[in-house]
């Protein structure tokens, strides 16, 4: 390959590496000190919600917008009310279950664009019947959530939560793979 070959090459591969970061850059929101806020908030929001399950406190809709909408596997409530059939009916699957459940969150994903976001996530749950008895992973799966800012608050707009595995059989009918 001759000299002017290569050197053309090389400014036509850089010129594209060069196109794309300026595209992947163009669909995040900047990064500021008040994002950053922003960002802590919701992962505060994350952490308060997912403390709940298994807790045997009620009232998951606290934390969605007043017509926000929870899709778990294609079953869909939306409301105070058809939110909070979804926990009750969640409840009610996993009423033989013994032990503490945990749920983990990892490659947590927030964008914050004004007072509407996005967070997607992994999440894994746990199970320990005892303190001497090895904890078991009994679910897991991928969240996708709209939020909005509400009255100086963070609030679900919309959910999607879709297990990969140790899903309750009783959801096969709705289920969704997204």
Request: proline share 2%; aromatic share 8%.
């Amino acid at each position: 390959m001759s000299r002017s070959s290569f050197l053309l090459r090389s400014a036509f591969a850089v010129s594209l590496l060069t196109c794309a970061a300026s595209l992947h850059a163009a669909e995040s929101p900047k990064i500021t000190a008040a994002t950053l806020v922003e960002r802590a908030l919701i992962e505060d929001l994350l952490v308060e919600y997912y403390g709940q399950l298994g807790s045997g406190h009620h009232d998951f809709s606290y934390w969605f917008a007043p017509d926000g909408v929870l899709d778990v596997n294609g079953e869909v409530g939306q409301g105070k009310e058809g939110i909070e059939r979804i926990y009750r009916d969640t409840a009610a699957r996993s009423a033989g279950r013994k032990g503490t459940f945990r749920m983990l969150l990892s490659n947590v994903r927030i964008s914050v664009n004004g007072t509407v976001a996005t967070a997607d996530m992994i999440w894994t749950g746990l199970n320990s019947e005892s303190v001497t008895a090895p904890t078991t992973v009994v679910e897991q799966g991928r969240e996708h959530d709209e939020l909005v800012k509400l009255n100086g608050r963070w609030v679900f707009k919309h959910r999607w939560v879709t297990s990969d595995g140790g899903m309750n059989s009783d959801l096969l009918k709705t289920y969704k793979k997204r």
